[in-house]
């Protein structure tokens, strides 16, 4: 799909490209959100009063909302108008092996375990197990990128890690994983379950031997996820999040390997969804903004008017849709 806002000069300037995030399900938001927005339904397709205006949606299209399938209609009547590209989310990426069965067992890629059956919940009662068009969705999800790179920003629903995006880029191309690629990425071990899950769902780190901490249910962790976004972070306490008790963490260098996956100060500004952030909207650094603000369950759906030409975040083009 061209983009309109990348490629005319003359109008390069009054473009502007809506950055969507996580909106499982909730169809009734993301119909407040367009509407906004000045996006208005005609018929099948989608048109705004600024003929070049663009969406970028940053994935988890399904789950925990009631309307799975009225989200992905909107989603797709956008995209075929030209007027939208769309990322996989790491509900996607579990929709689809949840739904695929591996080749060499015959077992699902994903688990119809009772965790796994919940979380598929809402999806499900639409979209059961072997009918068409559930077939016809998720092939439509497997045509989407893990990733959106212009020249002004970059998109990814979970983190941007250069060495995995560089590999997904070397192997994939423009990110759309190969049928092939998907069954890999559904098998742990194996070298594209761990690019996927890196860009998806976000990088975990081992804390240095003989250190742990208690999440808030009270279980003992040796991982902690990691604020990849935070390109100041030097030391573990600096890089964890969701510790509640960050004492609990050695206040010590944090090792190379780690350091190499911080995004750095300087580089292109990111969009990303995933990590349910809660308050305000804020910058998670000068070039980073998460805009996922739990609109799965009782959050607002809150989104980002990106103006071309311009390479500053800035809060003040943040709209919180209620």
């Not at 969507?20 to 959100?33: F, N, S, T, V, W």
């Not at 002004?152 to 190969?178: C, P, Y």
């Not at 573990?236 to 995004?263: C, E, F, G, H, K």
């Amino acid at each position: 799909m061209p983009w309109v806002a990348l490629q005319n000069k003359e109008c390069r300037a009054l473009s502007i490209t809506d950055i969507i995030p996580d909106i499982h399900g909730q169809a009734e938001k993301l119909r407040i959100a367009l509407k906004n927005l000045g996006w208005r339904r005609n018929g099948t397709t989608w048109l705004h009063s600024e003929p070049d205006r663009q969406i970028v949606f940053l994935g988890d299209f399904i789950d925990r909302g009631p309307e799975n399938a009225a989200v992905i209609r909107i989603v797709r009547e956008l995209m075929d108008a030209g007027r939208a590209q769309a990322i996989m989310g790491n509900h996607e990426l579990n929709a689809i092996h949840f739904h695929t069965d591996d080749p060499d067992t015959g077992a699902p890629l994903r688990p119809h375990d009772t965790d796994n059956l919940f979380q598929h919940g809402s999806f499900l009662k639409e979209f059961p197990l072997g009918a068409s068009h559930t077939k016809d969705v998720l092939d439509w999800m497997t045509s989407l990128p893990l990733f959106i790179e212009t020249d002004e920003f970059r998109a990814v629903h979970a983190a941007w890690i250069h060495s995995a995006i560089d590999d997904l880029r070397r192997q994939t191309g423009a990110g759309v994983l190969s049928k092939d690629q998907l069954i890999r990425a559904g098998r742990k071990g194996d070298t594209f379950h761990d690019l996927a899950e890196a860009v998806a769902k976000g990088p975990e780190a081992r804390l240095p031997h003989q250190h742990s901490f208690e999440d808030k249910g009270g279980k003992v962790r040796h991982h902690v996820r990691v604020k990849w976004w935070n390109g100041d972070a030097r030391t573990w306490r600096q890089v964890a999040m969701s510790v509640p008790d960050i004492n609990q963490l050695p206040d010590t260098p944090l090792p190379d390997d780690l350091l190499t996956t911080i995004y750095p100060d300087g580089d292109l500004p990111v969009f990303f969804g995933h990590y349910w952030m809660s308050g305000a909207p804020e910058l998670q650094s000068a070039n980073a903004l998460c805009l996922d603000y739990s609109a799965g369950t009782d959050g607002p759906l809150v989104t980002y008017s990106h103006f071309a030409g311009s390479r500053d975040l800035s809060v003040e083009n943040v709209e919180i849709h209620r």
